[in-house]
Structure formats: C-alpha cells, structure tokens
C-alpha cells in the first residue's frame, strides 16, 4: 500500500504544479463570475431605454389615441408629460406632420416618431421611424402600450366604464410550476430543472476529463520509457491505482475550489454588480443537504473509479494520442449516450427509462444525481444504484488492471480484440 500512495502523491502533485492545473483552476471562477454577471446584464439590458418615452407621436386618427399611448409610455397620469410629444392631426397632413417629425429624429431631439392613423384604430398597422427601431425590446415596449391603449379605445366605445378598462388591461398573473414532491426551490421548477442540468453536465464533463487525463499520463510514461523503469519496483496494479487515485484527488481539489468560489461569488455578487450598476438578481437554489453532498460526491468518486479504469486501459493498449482518438471511442460512447439521455429524463424523472438509467453502471453517475436534484428517490433505488455502480467499478478496474499489466509494456503494433481478451484471461 505503501507504493500505491507514493505513486497517488507523485501523479497528484505533478498535476497540480503543473500550468494547466493552475490556468484552469483560475479560469473557473472567471466563468462562475460570468454566470453570476450575466444574468443581471441580460436582465438590464431586456428592460426598455430610459428614455424610450422620448418621441414624438403623428395622431391622424382623430380619436385621440395618441394622448393615450403618450400618457402610457411616461409611466401613467403622474408621469413625466413632456417626455412624449403628441402631433394631432387630420389624415390630409399626416404626410408633413411626418417630415416635420423625422426632421426632429435627424437632430436627436427625439428618439423616433409613431404614426397612428385609420388603419391603426382597425386594428392593421401602425408606423414607427426612430433610432431604436432596431431594439425588439423598445419596440416591444411602444406595441403593447399601443395594443393596450387600442383595446381600451375599443371597450370605451362599447360602453365599458374606464376604470373597469384599466383593471382588464393591466391584469397579469405569474405561474410558479412545481412537480408534486418536487425538490425545493423558490417554487420554481424551472429553477429546479436548470439546477439539475447543472449538476449533471458537471458530473459528465468532470469524469469525462479526468478519465482522459489518466489516459494521457499512461500514454505520456509509454512513450518516454518511464513506465519500464517504474514498473522494475512497482507492479502495474499498483501503479494503476495510484494513477487513478492521483488523478481523482486532482478532480476533487478542482471541484472544492470550484464550488468554494461559487458560493464566494453568490455571497459577494450584490456589491459586485453595484459597482457596474446592474441589479443584483436573486438567484434560488434547491435545497441541498450534507447527505446530498455526500452523494454526489460519492457517485462522482465511483464515476470516475468507472471510467479512469477504462480509460488506463485505452492508454496501455495505444502507443500514440492520435491511435487513442479511435480506440476510446467505445468507451467515449457510453459517456455521451449518458448526456443525450439528461434531456429525457430531466422531463420525466420518475419514469421507468429513468429508473434504469440510474441503475446501469455506465449511466448512474450521471443519471441518479439528476434524478436527486429533482425528486425524492426512495433509499432503496439510491442502495441498489451505488451498489450496481460499486460492481461496474470492480469489473472495470480488475480488466483494465490486467490489460494495463501486459499492454504497458507493449509497443508497436496495436492489440486485436482477441489478443485483448488473451490478455485478460492469462494475465496475473
């Protein structure tokens, strides 16, 4: 045991010295900081321009429309007036009141001009030349104050009292969907989905690229003759082992200081935001346990025993990087039929492609956290997946252990299948 962690401890600082690890580990918080900023910018920047209100609006409708949409858009009775310039009117002087109108568009002294006319009240077009034409968020701010406006037009024509108006064209409702004993989150599932998809591309990406890295390290001891002479004093199961748990340790190291920075960020994130003058947007979590850390790491731990173990055995049977790109491609596979089943079962989680999702070894690092990030699952499914997982392990490092013993040393010419199943049969 005592060669296994010197071998653990060597792969493990080697990695974490090394440029790459640093780089990385640096660029992850830029990236969480990204996802922290982002959503209030894209927030600022979908909310109308402050002075989208400064135009001017051509009436020749003759219904006085245009004061209503011009009081609208300056936030109500006791908004500011002068804001929004009000043209009424006839049809016959639409044309020059228009020229006027772009005249004072072309001098900045306003953002754009409204045309409303006969065709407008019909309920056909309405006309609008400005700057922002090209922002579908002022745009849309102007149409449905237009539409709003058009529709109490038509109610007070109808004999509908004006303050009943008002209350029809300014009621709105917010759905807050949940599934029946969904996990907790602000009551949103929506949240609770993105939440989980996160979680679950972690795990995927995270396995996938320390699997690699292990396959690079064996690849990487092949060419230089490095193995040759480690393996005159340590055995290649040990060695195996030492690479994979070094590798691992360098996972975890990466994801703590990646989740350390999350929440470092998150705390931070209001007077950050304020500094740049954006909102500071509340950003819900489910609620998450000790218990639930706990199981995610240990399906991450048992994920990557899986594929590392798999992934040492491509890197012993190749010589070259380019030869590995083919021959880990079964083994890629079965990581990307994973991920192309997140979307399925993040719509149905309780459904039975789901259940055995989470009960296969090479999907249940990837499916059963999703499931848990969205639903209860009784303990019994969560005991049966770690220990249908634990046995995938087993296998998985005992034929990758024998393989890598006899392929270690192999070079040249590259292993059929049967030579490989040789290999695992005799090998001790």
Not at 91 to 111: N, W, Y
Not at 248 to 257: E, K
Request: hydrophobic share 50%; with cysteine; proline share 5%.
């Amino acid at each position: 045991m005592g060669k296994l962690w010197v071998v653990a401890r060597r792969e493990y600082l080697e990695r974490v010295r090394s440029k790459w690890f640093i780089v990385s580990t640096i660029l992850t918080p830029v990236l969480l900081g990204t996802l922290v900023f982002l959503p209030a910018w894209m927030a600022h920047r979908s909310q109308p321009s402050s002075d989208v209100a400064r135009i001017i609006v051509v009436d020749a409708s003759g219904t006085r429309l245009g004061s209503r949409v011009a009081t609208e858009l300056n936030g109500g009775l006791f908004g500011d007036a002068s804001l929004t310039h009000v043209v009424e009117v006839s049809p016959a002087g639409a044309a020059a009141a228009q020229d006027s109108a772009r005249q004072e568009v072309l001098s900045e002294r306003a953002k754009g001009y409204l045309l409303i006319d006969t065709t407008t009240v019909a309920g056909d077009t309405a006309r609008y030349v400005g700057s922002n034409a090209s922002s579908p968020v002022d745009m849309g701010r102007i149409e449905r104050v237009l539409g709003e406006q058009l529709i109490a037009l038509r109610l007070e024509r109808a004999g509908v009292d004006p303050a009943q108006i008002r209350s029809i064209t300014t009621s709105s409702v917010t759905l807050h969907a949940e599934r029946p004993g969904e996990r907790s989150a602000g009551g949103s599932a929506e949240v609770t989905s993105a939440f989980a998809f996160s979680v679950a591309f972690l795990l995927y990406f995270s396995i996938f690229l320390y699997g690699q890295n292990v396959m690079r390290g064996v690849i990487e001891e092949k060419q230089s003759r490095v193995a040759e002479v480690v393996v005159a004093s340590v055995s290649a199961t040990r060695l195996l082992g030492g690479k994979v748990l070094g590798v691992g340790a360098v996972g975890i190291t990466q994801i703590a200081l990646s989740i350390g920075a999350s929440m470092l960020l998150y705390k931070l994130r209001a007077p950050l935001l304020a500094q740049f003058g954006l909102p500071a947007m509340p950003i819900p979590f489910p609620e998450v346990t000790a218990g639930d850390f706990v199981l995610l790491l240990t399906y991450f731990v048992l994920g990557y025993l899986f594929y590392a173990a798999l992934f040492a055995a491509v890197g012993a049977v190749v010589s070259t990087e380019q030869e590995a790109q083919q021959v880990q491609l079964p083994v890629a596979m079965l990581l990307v039929v994973s991920a192309v089943f997140i979307q399925p079962v993040l719509l149905a989680p309780d459904s039975s492609l789901a259940a055995t999702l989470s009960l296969i070894p090479f999907s249940a690092p990837i499916m059963m956290p999703l499931r848990l990030a969205l639903v209860p699952v009784p303990w019994w499914t969560v005991a049966s997946s770690i220990a249908a997982l634990g046995l995938g392990c087993y296998a998985a490092v005992w034929i990758a252990a024998r393989i890598y013993r006899t392929g270690l040393l192999m070079y040249g010419k590259r292993p059929t299948v049967r030579e490989l199943i040789r290999w695992i049969r005799v090998a001790r």
